[in-house]
Nanobody, 126 residues
Framework: QVQVEESGGGLVQPGESLRLSCAIS????????MAWFRQAPGKDREFVAAMFRSGGHTYYGDSVKGRFTMTKDNAKTTVFLQMNSLKPDDTAVYYCAASNSVILSRIRSPEAYGNWGQGTQVTVSS
């Protein structure tokens, strides 16, 4: 069974940056899709970013495009979410997710992912 674990959340002020990490084990195949979602209190889970382990294009949600960057390490067992120019609206629990069977048309759907981490809190406040 794939295990997913996030780390790196915290409290920052508006305009600051934060980097989240997500360790995925055991090492999965090149077809694995890895994604970040977030959920604020009282709101639905929102797509943030996703990529295929094999590389290629990275997909972003409209609300984070241009500010957040998703990358992976060379061993492809850890993914990162670099968050710049943070806003109070970015406050949420951030979740990492993984799946071996996501088709491109569903890459932004949380229902397409079967493996989730426990989440890490990100709070942006002055």
């Amino acid at each position: 069974q794939v295990q997913v674990e996030e780390s790196g959340g915290g409290l920052v002020q508006p305009g600051e940056s934060l980097r989240l990490s997500c360790a995925i084990s055991p090492r999965t195949g090149s077809s694995t899709t890895m994604a970040w979602f977030r959920q604020a209190p009282g709101k639905d889970r929102e797509f943030v970013a996703a990529m295929f382990r094999s590389g290629g294009h990275t997909y972003y949600g409209d609300s984070v495009k241009g500010r957040f960057t998703m990358t992976k390490d060379n061993a492809k067992t850890t993914v990162f979410l670099q968050m710049n120019s943070l806003k109070p609206d970015d406050t949420a629990v951030y979740y990492c997710a993984a799946s071996n069977s996501v088709i491109l048309s569903r890459i932004r759907s949380p229902e397409a992912y079967g493996n989730w981490g426990q989440g890490t809190q990100v709070t942006v406040s002055s």
